[in-house]
């Protein structure tokens, strides 16, 4: 059964840092790797998404990794901002397209 | 397109009253998704469909939940009877083959 962990649960930093946030996965058969934001009482927002066959994606100050070998993604977020405070998912696609999330990385960016 | 559409945003009824969810996916998707977020649980998927026909139930958590997909522009979650740990925030995602999903802005629950 495919299991998603997120580490860390909860990061604080200053503004202007840059940051990695961590997601492991149980079972390298996936079809793709989703990063999506929450902000408090909203809905789910879609970031980047890397197919298996790839190894990383860019939008922005966001960049996200793929090493499906070794069951890992990072989500690295430069130049942080307070606007960026929020909850961040981790989510893969098993073979069913089925989306199976983490239980997130809550971020507060200091002013 | 306007998204996701669910329906009612805020839901708050007494325990043993019949509650249904509304979704309405994104046109041209082809596969609808119902999740459930709790503090405790995170987000844990109920049940999906394919084409409007389910695929996989085995995330409902009692019989007292139902989902039906009558046509390729509407689903519905119902919960009868309704249960206070059944209060949590409830989205509909629609997506297409592989391709990102996008969810409603969810329906958060209550029930007392």
């Known amino acids: 059964k495919q299991e998603v962990t997120q580490i860390p649960a909860a990061l604080s930093v200053p503004e202007g840092e840059n940051l990695v946030l961590n997601c492991s996965f149980t079972?390298?058969?996936?079809?793709?790797l989703q990063w999506f934001r929450q902000d408090p009482g909203k809905g789910l927002t879609s970031l980047l998404l890397?197919?298996?066959?790839?190894r990383e994606q860019t939008s922005g100050r966001l960049n996200a990794s793929l090493d499906k070998s070794s069951g890992r993604s990072t989500l690295y977020i430069a130049a942080s901002q307070p606007g960026d405070s929020a909850t961040y998912l981790c989510?893969?696609?098993?073979?069913?397209?089925?989306?199976?999330f983490g239980s997130g990385t809550r971020l507060l960016v200091r002013p | 397109d306007a998204g996701v559409i669910q329906s009612p945003r805020h839901e708050v009824t007494e325990m043993g009253q019949e509650v249904t969810l509304r979704c309405k996916p994104i046109?041209?998707?082809?596969?609808l998704f119902w999740y459930r977020q709790t503090m405790m649980r995170g987000l844990e998927l109920l049940i999906y469909?394919?084409?409007?026909?389910?695929?996989?139930d085995s995330g409902m958590p009692e019989d007292r939940f139902s989902a039906k997909m009558p046509n390729a522009s509407f689903s519905t979650l119902k919960i009868q009877p309704s249960e206070p740990r059944d209060s949590a925030v409830y989205f509909c995602?629609?997506?297409?083959?592989?391709?990102?999903?996008?969810f409603g802005s969810g329906t958060r629950l209550t029930v007392v």
């Open positions: 989510a893969v696609m098993d073979s069913s397209y089925k989306l199976i």
């Open positions: 469909f394919n084409n409007n026909v389910p695929i996989d």
């Open positions: 046109s041209g998707h082809n596969s």
């Open positions: 995602a629609s997506s297409l083959g592989d391709s990102f999903y996008t």
């Open positions: 079972d390298s058969a996936i079809y793709n």
């Open positions: 890397i197919q298996s066959s790839q």
